[in-house]
């Protein structure tokens, strides 16, 4: 490993969006794992389902191996979003006059470009579009991802004086 790699490692900026991205991931899951545990369905199915983004139906009957695809999925979208609201919020001013806004509505912008948008064009297994159901989802996207999100970004960029 040359010296130029062991920067990389050292970089503020990516050592925030790293930590950021996990940590929304992890707030997601959970949320998401604790509402499938109320409506009786487990974990297991939970992440097989993400997986099924990919693999179709054939998730559901693959174990343990397509729940770890589907968490690995899980982190690699949560990771994705973050990396897009930390450029988005170092190019838009508008986005650090109020953190709580901000994270509601990008809460609501993943919520939507998910369920309407990535999920249809994935191999997932649709049924109808349930409000109440995307309603709480968005607001778990809200809670989980948009807020930290938004605290946390600007927390950064407020320290390291970076726009």
Known sequence: MGNNDLKAYRN???????LSGLLAG??????AIIQAGIGGTGPLKLLQYVASGIFG????SG?????????????FI?????????LVYRKLDLLRYNRIMTG?????FIGCIMNFVVVPL???P???????????????LIVAVGLPLSFLAHRFYSRTGKK
């Open 12 to 18: 503020p900026s990516l050592k925030a969006i790293l």
């Open 26 to 31: 992890t707030l997601d899951i959970t949320a």
């Open 126 to 140: 649709r049924g109808p579009v349930r409000l109440l159901s995307l309603v709480l989802a968005i607001s778990i």
């Open 122 to 124: 994935s191999e997932v």
């Open 104 to 108: 509601v509505f990008y809460g609501i």
């Open 78 to 86: 949560a990771m994705c979003w973050t990396i897009l609201f930390f």
């Open 63 to 75: 174990g343990v191996l397509f729940a770890f695809y589907g968490l690995v999925f899980h982190y």
């Open 57 to 60: 139906t054939a998730a559901f």
